[in-house]
């Protein structure tokens, strides 16, 4: 793939032809002469297997205001594992891409140091991350999945209260939720979610969001319990412990 730092990434895709290929991108993120090699370098697979085989799911798209995604699948003897790149092409007058990436990186290992749960992330090199693909959005998932998954709606608002305590004031911050039908996942660390300490207050604010947000994304009459959400939203909020808010 081009330098991100490229303004021509607004077209990436097919248009890009023989200037990139997923072999020599994963080569050159883990700096290794084959693409199995580099599957083995960056995590994603035990050993340098030769009979690893590499498929594309979807080629590069926009995903959002900020980033291009590629999903391709590997499959091995071990497992079958889908993975995405994302590339970073946020906007700002202040910061490199490279520092931008960073940023995000720095904001989920926060995120993931209070127990909420992230993709795998095999690589953070040149503003591209290449991490593990979650395959469901949340919100359809709750939808079409009935009863209601108890853990997955408090998953939620454990994130709420996480981003309070942390000091985020998100925008839309459930909206790109994903989970794997066992757990969920915040995939997103860009300017939806903005920097940590914008506010020191505390409100309830993104525990009505997070009540509100779960009661449209119902396939059916049941709501979510507002006194229980509001307890389990305080637990998290006051928490110290940050291995007590791991998901076991």
């Given at each position: 793939m081009p330098d991100p730092t490229n303004h021509q990434l607004c077209d990436v895709g097919r248009s890009m032809g023989s200037s990139w290929s997923l072999e020599k991108e994963l080569c050159g993120l883990a700096k290794a002469r084959t693409a199995q090699e580099a599957l083995w370098r960056l995590g994603v697979v035990s050993e340098a297997c030769p009979d690893v085989d590499i498929k594309e799911v979807r080629d590069w798209a926009r995903t959002g205001s900020e980033t291009f995604e590629y999903h391709f699948r590997v499959v091995s003897r071990e497992a079958t594992r889908d993975v995405v790149l994302k590339a970073i092409v946020a906007f700002s007058t202040t910061h490199s891409l490279c520092e931008v990436a960073d940023e995000w990186v720095t904001r989920r290992g926060l995120l993931e140091g209070e127990g909420i749960c992230t993709p795998t992330l095999y690589c953070a090199e040149r503003a591209i991350f290449m991490e593990e693909f979650v395959p469901h959005k949340l919100s359809t998932f709750l939808q079409t999945n009935t009863p209601p998954q108890h853990r997955l709606t408090d998953q939620v608002i454990q994130i709420a209260a996480i981003l309070d305590k942390l000091g985020f004031y998100p925008i839309s911050p459930f909206a790109?939720?994903?989970?794997?039908?066992?757990?969920?996942?915040?995939?997103?660390?860009?300017?939806?979610?903005?920097?940590?300490?914008?506010?020191?207050?505390?409100?309830?604010?993104?525990?009505?969001?997070?009540?509100?947000?779960?009661?449209?994304?119902?396939?059916?009459?049941?709501?979510?319990?507002?006194?229980?959400?509001?307890?389990?939203?305080?637990?998290y909020a006051d928490d110290t412990n940050h291995e007590a808010g791991r998901w076991t």
């Open positions: 790109n939720l994903r989970t794997d039908g066992v757990d969920v996942f915040m995939v997103d660390f860009g300017q939806t979610l903005g920097p940590t300490a914008v506010t020191a207050h505390r409100s309830n604010r993104l525990l009505r969001e997070a009540i509100g947000w779960l009661n449209s994304c119902r396939a059916n009459s049941q709501v979510v319990d507002e006194n229980e959400a509001t307890a389990l939203y305080r637990r």
